[in-house]
């Protein structure tokens, strides 16, 4: 079986200005991987890239062994918290179930298999309380398991997450990259963060991604890695925590 994301030789420019150049990257079937950078560093957009939602201008992609606009529906996709807009009126329920749209289902056709998912989902999640609750009463840390329930509830076997930690508290980040391990052992998990030392204890390799990309085993990223790849930008501070 071949990796389950193959990046070769990507190159990408919004306008003249150039994101991401020469960007070659496997992520193997059930790793974990952290792709961590500085702001601006083309870290969203390499996930656009991944997702199929912008198409390369330069180089190829596989995902799941085809284009990544068809093996769209075989991922999981949590967006940057603050893009995502709150003041829709509904449920934790109806958002959840959005995740099941692309599944052969249509808007109120749900059938009860859907409704199983969404139940073990939010379960997984400990959110179950918040079911019927309206997403605009969530706090943020909330909502982002609310979002990664949706992610979550199609089964998908490549997990993309973007910062999905940055409105959690730590005791909140580590139970969330507690679960991410554990989906590991199913899927393949890809995360973004900004916190290397937190995220170093549970990746199997880090990315660095600065307009191009280096790729590094966990043990031997070091702070000084990181301040010579890119200042002081990437917080290094080592938490310890318990496993
Ligand atoms: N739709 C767009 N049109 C034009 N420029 C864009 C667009 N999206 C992103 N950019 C620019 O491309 C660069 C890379 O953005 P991107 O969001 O990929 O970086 P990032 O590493 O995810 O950053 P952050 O850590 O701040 O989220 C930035 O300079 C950004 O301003």
Redesign the pocket.
């Known amino acids: 079986m071949t990796d389950a994301i193959q990046l070769d030789n990507i190159s990408f420019s919004?306008?003249s200005?150039r994101?991401l150049d020469d960007v070659s990257l496997s992520v193997r079937h059930r790793e974990f991987m952290g792709l961590i950078?500085?702001?601006?560093?083309?870290?969203?957009?390499?996930l656009r890239l991944i997702l199929g939602l912008l198409p390369p201008q330069e180089g190829r992609i596989s995902v799941l062994d085809t284009t990544p606009r068809r093996a769209a529906r075989r991922l999981g996709y949590v967006p940057?918290f603050a893009r995502f807009a709150r003041s829709f009126p509904i449920s934790v329920e109806d958002v959840v179930l959005m995740g099941r749209l692309g599944q052969g289902n249509m808007w109120g056709f749900w059938k009860r298999s859907d409704r199983h998912a969404i139940t073990d989902i939010l379960d997984l999640l400990e959110i179950t309380h918040l079911r019927s609750r309206h997403i605009e009463a969530l706090s943020g840390g909330q909502m982002q398991r609310v979002l990664i329930a949706r992610a979550l509830v199609a089964n998908p076997e490549i997990l993309l997450l973007d910062?999905p930690t940055a409105s959690v508290d730590r005791h909140g980040e580590t139970s969330l990259f507690e679960l991410f391990s554990t989906l590991k052992k199913n899927m393949t998990v890809m995360v973004?963060s900004?916190d290397l030392g937190f995220i170093s204890d549970y990746v199997d390799r880090v990315a660095c991604?600065n307009q191009s990309l280096v790729m590094h085993p966990t043990a031997a990223v070091t702070a000084d890695t990181i301040n010579q790849l890119y200042g002081e930008q990437v917080q290094m501070v080592h938490h310890h925590h318990a496993h």
Not at 37 to 46: A, F, H, R
């Open positions: 919004y306008g200005q994101v950078g500085p702001n601006g560093g083309g870290k969203s957009t390499l940057q910062e973004i900004h991604l």
